[in-house]
């Protein structure tokens, strides 16, 4: 899972930017403009902020796997249920 903790306080306006679009709840535009941070030719704390930013951001992988797990045993059941009647 992502780290927590505080924004940082420097950082450039492209950054300042995505750290209050995130602190608003708007996590997707402050990823897009964090991406945009690192495709663009920042300098390496934004960057390194940017990064921070996507890391807090990401969906833990975890979860992914248990969502699988999930629709995996529901389809099991469907077919067992299905099978049986």
């Known amino acids: 899972m992502g780290k927590g903790g505080p ?13 209050k679009h995130y602190e608003s709840g708007d996590v997707v535009t402050a990823r897009r403009e964090a991406q945009a941070v690192l495709r663009g030719e920042a300098d390496a704390s934004d960057k390194q902020q940017a990064s921070d930013l996507l890391e807090r951001t ?13 629709a995996v045993l529901i389809s099991i059941m469907l077919v067992l249920a299905i099978a049986r009647s």
Do not use: R, T
């Open 7 to 19: 924004k940082p306080d420097s950082g450039g306006p492209d950054m300042k930017a995505a750290w």
């Open 58 to 70: 990401q969906f833990p992988k975890m979860g992914w796997m248990l969502a699988g797990v999930a």
